[in-house]
Each structure stands twice: as structure tokens, then as C-alpha cells.
């Protein structure tokens, strides 16, 4: 299987994107840093999967011009981070566990909540892998680099 490149201005990409690590938490415009408060040698897997082109790459690493190994220190944001969102999406999930029942109840309430897609199932709750959930939650990782904001909604049975 062959892995997704690794180009010189990747590291943009990456950038343009807060760290999602708790113990990193770099802003935009700023390489990630490391425990030790060094900036990282690569950047967190969590962050670099935010780029649909390098989703699948193993890493990223930190370039030269950010000095890995020096001390961290937070860089000016881009003038486009922290900007509203572009839109809005509402993702829904509806989950049946037999075939007698109906997820039918479910869809009315989440097209009453503005669901644009849903995800719907007839699955048992005993089901190890649900590939339409699967999907529900993958599908806002692929939207949201786009500046979309998205929301998955569940509704919850009595």
C-alpha cells in the first residue's frame, strides 16, 4: 500500500490547525511542542490527521525553520485562525436493535432537529463493529478542515 507523501509545505497544512493534544495544545501558526516545553520533532498524530491529504501518513515531521529540539515558543497565529465557521452541517445516527423494531421514531426526531444526513441502522446492540456509526463519526473529521462546523445528533429513547 503506498503511504501519502510528505511535500515541504505540509507542515502549513498541519499548522493551520489548533494541536487537539491536551498535553500539546499548540495554537495555529505554532509547531507542536513536547512535555519538556521543546518543540516536537513531529507533529501529533491527532494534529496531522486533521489534513485529509495526510490522514494516513505514519507522521509528519516538524521542519527545519521551526527548529525542532529548541524551546517552544508560541509564533503569531494566521490571519485566518480562529475564524468563524464557513457553515453549519447537522449529522444524525439512528440506531434499530432488531428487525421488529423500527428506527422510525428516531428519523422524525432527528429531521425535526435540522439533520441534514442521517445515518441509519438495523443492528444489534451486541454488534462489535457498526458501520454506519463508523461513518457517522468519521464523516465531520473529513468535513470540519473545510471550515464547516458540524454537529452529530443522537436522539436518546425513553
Not at 8 to 19: G, I
Not at 63 to 83: D, F, M
Request: hydrophobic share 35%; charged share 25%.
Amino acid at each position: 500500500m503506498k503511504q501519502s507523501a510528505v511535500v515541504s509545505d505540509d507542515f502549513k497544512r498541519v499548522e493551520s490547525h489548533d494541536c487537539p493534544m491536551s498535553t500539546c495544545a499548540a495554537p495555529a501558526g505554532s509547531p507542536c511542542r513536547t512535555g519538556k516545553g521543546k518543540v516536537a520533532i513531529q507533529y501529533h498524530t491527532a494534529r496531522f490527521r486533521l489534513v485529509p491529504q495526510l490522514a494516513k501518513a505514519l507522521s509528519v515531521p516538524a521542519p527545519a525553520v521551526r527548529k525542532p529540539g529548541s524551546v517552544w515558543t508560541e509564533l503569531p497565529r494566521p490571519v485566518n485562525a480562529g475564524a468563524e465557521p464557513v457553515g453549519h452541517v447537522r449529522l444524525g445516527y439512528a440506531r434499530a436493535s432488531t428487525a421488529r423494531q423500527s428506527p422510525d421514531a428516531q428519523l422524525d426526531s432527528l429531521a425535526e432537529t435540522g439533520v441534514t444526513r442521517v445515518f441509519s441502522e438495523k443492528i444489534s446492540t451486541r454488534a462489535t463493529r457498526r458501520p454506519d456509526l463508523e461513518a457517522a463519526v468519521k464523516l465531520p473529521g473529513e468535513i470540519r478542515p473545510s471550515g464547516v462546523a458540524v454537529t452529530l445528533v443522537v436522539h436518546e429513547g425513553a
